[in-house]
């Protein structure tokens, strides 16, 4: 076992702890404390949308570590860096516990760090081996995977109670001490780890192909690939100009989802003209990447549905009765954010469970669980988790008290969903892209998460719409149960065309030979 790997393992479990820590108490702590001079009635939403605001930002900021980390300063010290400017966030919440821009600042700093370190700490772990230890890989992989979860368990059981019982400047506090330790152990390591250099530009990467085949001429053609990527970039034009009446994350983000989307047809529809100014090995790559995307697009509303367990859940349980619990002779009550602690348990126990029986009896009936069906299957469970916690808020609508426990049922589906979703889809697409793709891949995965969050956004704007209210109070539902069935019917259908969409898809096969 490479001598360095314990480094990269305690900070992961350090920065895991301290990252969940502030993340699972953020909700709670804007709605009790923060966000006191907004209107009751209109708390919740905004609690909602800085919330996912800021999770938008964790998962677009890899776009910017994973450049700076090929392109310059290499994986080491752009984690180091990106890891003070982390700290320097979580100082931030600390100690602007009453300052709403100091605090927005500190988000906005933890979301530039973690971001910027997201996608370059596992590939880090990967360059700690060779072709000498390579089998020892996977027990690390193994052991950083539990330790993310180790982290996020304890800091979701913690973190509440040290919200409750110490207040904001103790509980924001905390993770920021840990992120500290987190970078000065990943620091103390730097003499034994492997540093592989920035890689030289490629001529041949997803982005000098794309621009080729948008731009190539053909004899006697026009060029209508170039066409739609334009009209992608005037529609991205038209919603920044609405950033006065959307807000910029929303204009942003939306933005930046046309010019993928239209850019992404555009290139697809002439790609064969980059054929002679690239390899055929590098054409044949984007095609694939540019199939992987649609099942990524098709994913984002699943991310739409799981983040929302820190915002949308926490907000009901914070209405719900929390019976009288008793462990080991310790009688307690579970407060809501602490129910975000039954999401890392049952990661580690659903996936032996899906390995030794979901999967072994879906075999036994006939049906092969590819990874496409997999993950069909998880976007459906995220729908039933929310039409369960959406019949939950017309039971506490309906005037009966509730209890809390109640949730575990919705937190059971969702997480089986996520366990079928994200672990597969990593999965899915490092074998359908080629070695020479595979980080823009990664880049993509994660800015699933930020589109995934979009959407929360752009419906929680939609519901202050006059005529939106009117239409949901002449339904008899509340906005939050409305919101719930939304997303819900919104999931099951995505997944129906996730479906069909798998019936179409023809797997290949981009795992390395042995003889490479």
Known sequence: MPRQIPY????????????????????????STLLLFIPQADRATEAKHVFHTFVIGVYF?????GWIADRFWGKYKTVFWFSLIYVAGHACLAIFEHNLEGFYLGLALIAFGSGGIKPLVVSFVGDQFDQTNKNRAKVVFDAFYW?????????????????????????????GVLMAIATLVFW?????????????????????????????????????????????AVGALASLCMTPSWGFVIAACTALVLLLAFGGIGVAMQLERARGAHTDAAVEGVRSVLRVLIVFALITPFWSLFDQKASTWIVQANSMESPLLSLFGWDFRLLPAQMQAVNPILVMLLIPFNN?????????????PTPLRRMGLGIALSASAWVVIGMIQLWMDGGDKVSILWQLLPYVLLTLG???????????AYSQAPASM???ILSFWYLAVTVGNLWVLIVNSGVKNEVVVGWIANSGLSAIAFQMFFFAAFAAVVAAVFGLYALRYKMVDNYRSAAT
């Open 438 to 440: 595979k980080g823009i």
């Open 147 to 175: 330790i993310i979860n180790f982290g996020s368990f304890f800091a979701s059981l913690l973190m509440p109670v040290f919200l409750r019982d110490y207040g904001p400047a103790v509980a924001f506090g905390i993770p």
């Open 8 to 31: 990269i393992i305690a900070n992961e479990g350090c920065e895991r702890f301290s990252f969940y820590g502030m993340r699972n108490i953020l909700t709670p702590f804007l709605l």
């Open 188 to 232: 103390l390591g730097r003499d034994k780890y492997v540093h592989v250099p920035p890689a030289a530009p490629n001529p041949d990467s997803f982005s000098s192909v794309a621009r080729s085949a948008l731009l190539a001429r053909a004899p006697g053609q026009a060029r209508p690939g170039l066409s739609v990527a334009v009209i992608g």
């Open 356 to 368: 030794f029986a979901l999967f072994p009896l879906m075999r036994a009936v006939g049906i092969t």
């Open 418 to 428: 996520e366990v079928l979703v994200s672990a597969t889809g990593l999965e899915f």
């Open 61 to 65: 900021f890899p776009l910017l570590g």
